[in-house]
């Protein structure tokens, strides 16, 4: 077979970044929906679901490995894979007794697989596009990784949904899904196998030695670590989204449980459309009008209104969970606020992440701050289902709120040149 050292962007970018996108989404949200329905208390799906972030926090430190060993197309086939695997895996002992420990196992798989997918991807992306075509498409891989997350938090959730009602059986729902989207992912590793280029660009690294290797990993750590007012920034990184690190691991949750116990008793596909279809239209556009306006102001200007944007309107929540509401359309729209909000305020936290990324090792450094982003949803994730399971629903929202202070008192103290964000005369021409 000739392998072609380029081919059209458009036959392998879209499917690239759906591919990318899925994994993420099924082992940080579905999995959520998933246990849920099948009867997981919250403390544990909340503790064991936080635990699958890890792979994204210690992500920076196996990234360089996968730059030198094989190259980002056998990567990217390897992963897809794994993934490809996992899912089955899922599917196929969600019906067994011990389905907790056999699935978490696997989604265990599929998160380190979609970390390392994650690295090869974007890496592929610059050796196998041009300076112009990376510029042009980069567009088009946001779009792709946001349908994705439209797809597996939306399509995914309400198909279980249908199959659920139709079937009455919970388990089999679920294990029908995965095994579809196992399949979705043996054909996308066929497609790419057969589609994606050979850039001369993509080898594996002859030039690196492994004691060069070593002396470069410690210097770009030892960098980043050494920055001005490290602690200040790690502390921002930490502390940004604490509030919503705790929501969105019992969001979904607390629309699926009953009126009895706090919740507002929708059904999965109900879930699927609120929080899957309808809140991540919302937290896209909420991200793309974040962009639009810190690019015109800058940062420094935005940054008290994007946290307040993100933080204010889980007040939602504390409304939804006293009231219990019925009406689906303001339940929807409650959900598309807060959702809207949190978009528009995490444009300041990667912009900031990038800010202080800044320097001689711009791109490993902002590897690793985004490791740090990962662990601030981690740990606080990880202890919101106990707490919630001590104070209900309601005072937990309210818990999440006083939550969003810390954020708030550390944003005083960071410094942002005024100037950064903003278009330059160069950026407008």
């Keep these: 077979m000739i392998k072609k050292e380029s081919r059209n962007p458009w036959a392998w970018i879209p499917s690239l970044y759906l591919a990318e996108g899925l994994p993420y989404v099924v082992v940080m949200f579905v999995s959520v929906i998933m246990y849920k329905r099948l009867g997981i208390s919250n403390t544990e799906i909340a503790l064991y679901t936080s635990w699958l972030y890890l792979p994204w926090v210690i992500k920076p430190l196996w990234s360089p490995f996968v730059d030198l060993l094989k190259t980002k197309r056998i990567w990217i086939l390897i992963s ?103 399949g979705l992912f043996i054909l996308l590793f066929i497609y790419h196998f057969i589609v994606l280029p050979h850039p001369k660009a993509d080898s594996k690294r002859s030039d690196v030695t492994t ?22 920034i790690l502390g921002f990184i930490l502390l940004y989204r604490f509030g919503e690190a705790q929501l969105v691991k019992l969001a979904s949750p ?47 200007f935005w940054i008290w209104w994007m946290l307040i944007a993100m933080n204010i309107p889980n007040l939602v929540y504390v409304y939804l969970a006293v009231t219990q509401t019925t009406n689906f359309l303001l339940i929807n729209a409650a959900v598309a606020v807060e959702q809207f909000g949190y978009g528009f305020g995490f444009t300041a936290f990667i912009l900031y992440l990038i800010y202080i990324s800044e320097g ?10 985004t490791g740090f982003m990962a662990l601030g949803m981690m740990l606080p994730g990880m202890i919101s289902g106990w707490i919630q399971e001590q104070i209900g629903y309601q005072q937990f ?25 903003k278009k330059t005369p160069v950026d407008k021409s």
């Design 360 to 369: 001689e090792f711009k791109t490993a450094h902002y590897a690793i701050a």
């Design 254 to 300: 607390f629309l699926l449980d009953p009126i009895e116990t706090g919740g507002l008793a929708l059904t999965t596909s109900q879930v699927g459309f609120v929080y899957g279809t309808v809140g991540v239209i919302a937290l896209s556009v909420g991200g793309i009008l974040g962009g639009f306006a810190a690019a015109k102001n800058g940062l420094k």
């Design 80 to 182: 897809q894979l794994f993934i490809g695997t996992g899912l089955a895996g899922v599917a196929f002992t969600i019906p067994v007794a011990e389905f907790f420990q056999y699935t978490l196992a696997f989604f265990w798989l599929m998160a380190f697989s979609s970390a390392t997918y994650d690295i090869a991807a974007d890496g592929f992306y610059m050796l196998g596009l041009s300076k112009h075509h990376q510029a042009f498409f980069v567009g088009v891989r946001s779009t792709f990784y946001r349908i994705a997350f439209l797809a597996g938090q939306g399509l995914l959730v309400i198909l279980a949904g249908q199959i659920e009602e139709s079937s009455g059986d919970i388990a089999y729902a679920w294990a029908i899904t995965f095994f579809i989207l196992s």
């Design 211 to 232: 004691g060069k290797f070593i002396k470069n990993f410690i210097e770009t750590f030892s960098a980043f670590f050494k920055k001005k007012s490290i602690l200040l």
């Design 397 to 421: 929202f309210i818990w999440v709120c006083i939550s969003t202070i810390p954020a708030f008192i550390i944003t005083k103290f960071i410094s942002i040149d005024p100037k950064f964000g």
